[in-house]
């Protein structure tokens, strides 16, 4: 079925969209309502820039504090940034090891962390307590927050630069979409 649209250009057929998928359903289409909240295209880049960098952050328990100070701090949309750091959370556990280990390499400690697993740091945990296993990664984890905060900058840059005008061509089409439901 297609719905006939009126303007001062003259009438045009706008054919019916195709099925929305679950993904497009679940993630996208909540993400696109969020970004319409009212932000600049600029600002909604720097949101999901600054979430994918939260999102990858070596750290667990306080990305979500972090990232809600700072997208309150510059106007952010905070649901926005919230659901593009909950949404990385799968590959920053799949980076979280790698970044210790080269956290530790970097403050001299590689020895220690070079070949450890998740199965080795939840045995550590049953047998020593959670207390053995901070003091061994303290090192580790400032590392890995260094390389994770050198890297952040040019990751938000290209995400910002690269997504605004994306965002200011669906900005546009949210409102001509808009404009043509109005009129009709």
Not at 29 to 37: R, T
Not at 143 to 155: F, H, K, N, Y
Request: charged share 15%; net charge positive.
């Amino acid at each position: 079925m297609t719905i006939t649209s009126i303007s001062a250009t003259g009438v045009r057929a706008v054919p019916e969209p195709p099925p929305r998928t679950w993904i497009q359903r679940r993630l996208i289409d909540p993400f696109m309502s969020l970004l319409k909240a009212g932000l600049a295209p600029g600002s909604l880049a720097l949101t999901a820039g600054l979430g994918v960098a939260f999102g990858l952050a070596p750290t667990f328990g306080i990305t979500t504090l972090v990232s809600t100070a700072v997208a309150l701090r510059l106007k952010l949309n905070v649901a926005a940034m919230q659901l593009v750091c909950h949404v990385l959370s799968p590959v920053q556990l799949i980076l979280l090891l790698p970044f210790l280990r080269w956290g530790a390499t970097l403050l001299g400690q590689g020895r220690e962390v070079a070949h450890l697993s998740m199965a080795q740091i939840k045995q550590m945990v049953k047998v020593d307590g959670w207390g053995h296993v901070l003091h061994l990664l303290w090192r580790a984890e400032l590392g890995a927050l260094m390389i994770w905060a050198v890297a952040a900058v040019p990751v938000v840059l290209a995400l910002y630069f690269g997504l605004r005008p994306l965002f200011k061509r669906f900005i546009a089409r949210q409102e001509e979409a808009e404009e043509i439901i109005v009129v009709a």
